[in-house]
């Protein structure tokens, strides 16, 4: 991966198989290690001599293939084995994302046909009764010698089909694996994963391989060839490969930057360039059907370019690795001036960083009459990854003020407030059967007081952000069908399954929590996940788990009824007061609430003679007198057992939802130097 930068550098992890077969007839060359990845081989320059880690101390990788992992020191490399599960969902997404537009395309098709056959039919009628009408004025100026002429122009007239109205032959009707799609990866590095493109997309036209870096350029014809991608005579003369070039004698043999430059018997186009440039120089024609951005760091510097240059309906896929920008508060200039919103510091800032991601590509394309429809925002591992479609269409553009707000997060407890900087006016029509009459306006605020309802604190501002959905759950369903009936074919398909399924089960619901976060507000041991699930169930709301975090909840209850959960458990499981210093927010959570001192002066004066309850002063309740008057409404809280709660946590499936990471310093590598 790159910012334009392909190459990895320092102590990185390579995966080395054994017993990989060679596509085709062409030998590895020297100085070159094969790496192989889903159905796809392709060639790593050979730095230094590597050091194989001991199968005890480090898991080897999860694919199919054997596997040894392998330590390269100070060896500049073109592949991020850590990836692979991101490459892996991404052959799933624009797999099921392409049969979805074939079918899109052939529904489209079809309709056209049958209003053009239900057209051409009522014209023949009409014509027919025309001729009926003439043919009936002038019957009475005919002669008996002319009837015969009569009747055959009567029998054309009444012919009740006209020129094209009967069904198109069976060879002619479009079939929906005759969709062909094309696709640009604009940071293509090693070309791994352009190359996976073009071996398993059975819809892919070709792909655009494209890098800044002439060596990564190199890499990538060198891996188009060995999998015989590219144009066969061009790769003829390349081959065999004796040694491995530098960037000197490799200088003069980089195509131009454009998709045009390549031949068109190539499966996999590579060229060299800026690729804001070349997606800028498609923003006319948008021949890219999919557009995937892998960066490193960071793809706001990317997102303008790829809003315009994907055709319509298409799919970006885009991965941006700046979590400490995204979900931290330590650097909210550089959110802002990167995504066009600020972060918060919140447990669900995770979620955040998707929201404020999407937020940047709904802007960037509604400046051009583009809105966007997400139909998949993961949180993984160190990275976030998006699958956005994007379409044009000025009523969809003018409804995303409506769905984007700023939210005050209380600097507490955390509750969030929601400010949308727009609303959408519905008004019937007089017609029946037509669609209701929209209105846009600006929305009224503030959505509540200077302080939090719930804990007095102040709130921090964060956003503007997208608030719409973050999955098409129909989307969703798909992938996870074609994940299943892909056999072995992904080395991650256990995780693909586990997260993807979480994802299919999330709750429209803006933000996730968890009770361990909630039960350290209040300074109490945490609820059982299953306790709060049959709470909310019980409640008549609705609960999810969130793909973002282990452990963590989605539901449509408000803030306040899950503080009252915990206030519930409070009951049976006290707070030591004495434990909480003076002034904390804590003492403001926990007024009404049973604490270990109550029940010790509760348990004191059961024990006194019954006279002297009435010795002197005592607090309301036996309450310490430390905690506020207590003010938080009350609220039936049931944790009895709910038939639902094993659904939604989906505890009974085996499923690996939130796998730990396979190797040690799991994370990203460090950036190219090239």
């Given amino acids: 991966m790159g910012r334009n930068k392909s190459a990895t550098t320092g102590k990185v992890a390579i995966i080395q198989r054994e017993g990989l077969l060679q596509p085709g007839s062409r030998a590895c060359p020297p100085n070159y290690i094969l790496h192989g990845e889903g159905s796809t081989v392709i060639l790593l320059p050979r730095a230094a001599p590597a050091s194989v880690i001991p199968s005890g101390e480090a898991v080897a990788s999860t694919s199919k293939i054997n596997s040894r992992v392998k330590c390269e020191e100070e060896q500049e490399v073109f592949i991020n084995p850590i990836q692979e599960y991101n490459r892996d969902l991404s052959v799933a997404c624009i797999d099921t994302w392409s049969r979805i537009r074939a079918a899109e395309r052939h529904e489209k098709a079809s309709s056209r046909r049958a209003y053009k056959r239900q057209r051409n039919g009522a014209n023949a009628d009409d014509n027919a009764q025309g001729k009926r009408r003439k043919l009936d004025n002038d019957a009475t100026e005919i002669a008996a010698g002319e009837s015969r002429q009569t009747d055959i122009e009567e029998a054309a007239a009444d012919e009740p089909d006209g020129v094209g109205a009967e069904d198109a032959p069976a060879s002619a009707q479009p079939n929906p694996n005759s969709y062909k799609f094309t696709a640009f990866e ?233 400010q949308p900087m727009g609303r959408i006016h519905s008004r019937p029509t007089r017609k029946e059967g037509s669609a209701p009459q929209l209105s846009f306006g600006t929305a009224t605020g503030p959505p509540t007081n200077s302080t939090c309802d719930q804990c007095k604190q102040t709130y921090h501002v964060a956003g503007p952000m997208w608030m719409g959905r973050l999955h098409d759950k129909s989307f969703v369903t798909a992938v996870i069908d074609h994940v299943e009936q892909s056999g072995d074919h992904y080395a991650t398909k256990a995780r693909m399954l586990g997260m993807l399924k979480v994802a299919q089960a999330e709750l429209d619901a803006p933000f996730y929590f968890s009770p361990s976060k909630l039960a350290s507000m209040y300074h109490c041991s945490a609820p059982p996940l299953n306790s709060v699930v049959n709470a909310v169930l019980n409640a008549g709301y609705s609960a999810s788990r969130s793909h973002c975090a282990s452990g963590s909840l989605k539901t449509d209850a408000p803030r306040s009824f899950l503080l009252a959960i915990i206030r519930k458990w409070i009951e049976t499981h006290p707070v030591k007061l004495s434990n909480i210093k003076e002034g904390n927010p804590a003492r403001i959570l926990l007024a009404g609430c049973k604490t270990v001192e109550e029940v010790a002066a509760r348990a004191a004066s059961d024990s006194l003679p019954l006279e002297a309850d009435n010795a002197g002063p005592s607090n309301s309740n036996g309450r310490d007198a430390a905690l506020p008057a207590a003010s938080a409404p009350s609220v039936d809280v049931n944790f009895d057992k709910n038939p639902q709660t094993h659904t939604v946590l989906m505890s009974q499936l085996g499923l690996a939802m939130y796998p730990t990471n396979p190797l040690d310093n799991w994370g990203p590598q460090k950036a190219s130097s090239t």
């Fill in 186 to 418: 604009a940071l293509a590095a090693s070309g791994l994963r352009s190359i996976r493109y073009a071996r398993e997309l059975p819809l892919l036209k070709w792909v655009q391989a494209n890098d800044l870096s002439p060596k990564a350029v190199k890499l990538i014809q060198m891996n188009a060839d060995f999998n015989e991608l590219s144009d066969p005579d061009d790769a003829e003369k390349r081959w065999p490969i004796k040694t491995q070039p530098t960037a000197e004698t490799i200088a003069a043999e980089i195509p131009e930057a454009s998709a045009s430059s390549v031949k068109s018997q190539a499966k996999v186009r590579v060229s060299q360039g800026d690729c804001c440039t070349i997606m800028y120089a498609e923003r006319q024609t948008r021949n890219y059907n999919v557009i995937d951005l892998d960066p490193y760091g960071s793809a706001a510097p990317f997102i303008d370019a790829a809003v315009q240059a994907v055709a319509d309906h298409g799919l970006l896929c885009i991965t941006c690795t700046d979590l400490a920008v995204l979900a931290g508060c330590g650097y909210p200039e550089k959110t802002f001036s990167l995504y066009g919103g600020s972060p918060t510091r919140a447990e669900y800032s995770h979620e955040v960083a998707l929201r404020l991601v999407l937020h940047a590509i709904s802007s960037s394309a509604a400046r051009y009459g583009r809105h966007i429809e997400p139909v998949l925002s993961l949180s993984i591992d160190y990275y976030l990854r998006v699958f956005v479609r994007v379409a044009s269409g000025p009523i969809k553009v003018k409804q995303l003020a409506s769905t984007t707000a700023l939210v005050y997060v209380c600097n507490y407890c955390q509750s969030p407030n929601f």
